[in-house]
C-alpha cells in the first residue's frame, strides 16, 4: 500500500542520514552519495503524503497554485527537490536533520500501530509492551521534537544568510556556484516566511531568537555604528521578506 512505501522511505530517510552523517568524516563520495539517497528518500516521503491528499480529496484544485503554496508538505517537498538538484554544486549543511526528527516519530507510529501487531513468534504481553513504550516516548517528545526540528530550520536560516555575502565574489569567481546559492537562499527565505505563518513553533522561536538578538544590540555593549549597521539591514531585510508574495 502507498502508506507502507511511505514507512519505508522514513525509515531510509533515517539510515541514509546516519550514513551521511558517519561519512563525513571519513569519504566525501559516500557522504554525498547517502546525502542524495536521504534527499530521494525524503522526496518519496512527501510525494506520497501528497498523492494521497489530492486522491482523497475532491475540493482540491489541482492547478490552484495556492492549494500548494500553504500545504506544509508541498513547502518541504519543494524544498528537498531542489536540494537534491543543487546537491553537486552545494550541500545544505544540517539540512536532513529536520527531516531526520519527522521521520523518527513517523516511523515509530507506524510501526506500532501496523508493523509491531503483526510480527510473529512475538507474544501478545510483549508486543503491548513495546507499543507502550513507543507510544510514551512519542506523546513525551513530540512537541519537544517539532521544537528542536524549528530551531533547526532557524539555524539553517541563519548559516544561509551569513555566507550571503560571499555570493558578490562568487558572481565573477563562480557564476554557477553563486546562482544556486541565490535560489537556494530565495527559496528558503520564502519557506521560512510561510512557516512563520503557519507553524507557532517557527514563529516563537524566530521571534524569541530576534528578541535576544536585539536585547544584545540595544544593551549598549555593542558599538553604535554596529548597532546603527544591524537596524539598517534588518530594514532591508524586512523590506525585502515583505516583497516575497506569500
Known amino acids: 500500500t502507498p502508506q507502507f512505501f511511505w514507512f519505508l522511505g522514513h525509515v531510509s530517510t533515517i539510515l541514509n542520514t546516519l550514513s551521511t552523517v558517519f561519512f563525513s568524516f571519513f ?79 513517523h516511523a515509530l507510529n507506524y510501526f506500532k500501530n501496523f508493523i509491531l501487531p503483526i510480527l510473529p513468534s512475538v507474544s501478545s504481553p510483549v508486543k503491548d509492551h513495546y507499543s507502550k513504550i513507543i507510544n510514551t516516548l512519542i506523546t513525551t517528545y513530540n512537541e519537544q521534537s517539532l521544537v528542536a526540528a524549528s530551531n533547526l530550520e532557524i539555524f539553517i536560516l541563519v548559516q544561509l544568510s551569513l555566507s550571503s555575502p560571499l555570493i558578490i565574489f562568487q558572481i565573477f569567481r563562480n557564476f554557477k556556484l553563486a546562482f544556486v546559492n541565490i535560489f537556494v537562499l530565495l527559496q528558503y527565505v520564502t519557506f521560512i516566511k510561510l512557516r512563520y505563518k503557519q507553524s507557532k513553533h517557527t514563529k516563537l522561536l524566530f521571534d524569541g531568537t530576534l528578541y535576544k538578538v536585539e536585547a544584545v544590540i540595544n544593551s549598549g555593549r555593542i558599538p553604535p555604528v554596529l548597532a546603527n549597521y544591524y537596524h539598517q539591514l534588518k530594514s532591508k531585510a524586512t523590506h525585502f521578506i515583505g516583497l516575497i508574495p506569500v
Request: aromatic share 26%.
Open 27 to 105: 569519504s566525501q563520495s559516500s557522504y554525498k552519495r547517502y546525502y542524495n539517497w536521504a534527499l530521494i528518500s525524503i522526496i518519496s516521503t512527501y510525494l506520497v503524503v501528497l498523492f494521497q491528499i489530492f486522491k482523497s480529496s475532491k475540493t482540491i484544485n489541482f492547478f490552484n497554485f495556492k492549494t500548494f503554496i500553504y500545504n506544509d508538505n508541498f513547502q518541504y517537498l519543494s524544498l528537498a527537490i531542489t536540494w537534491y538538484l543543487v546537491s553537486n554544486v552545494k550541500i545544505i549543511s544540517g539540512g536532513l536533520y529536520p527531516f531526520f526528527i519527522f521521520s523518527s516519530f
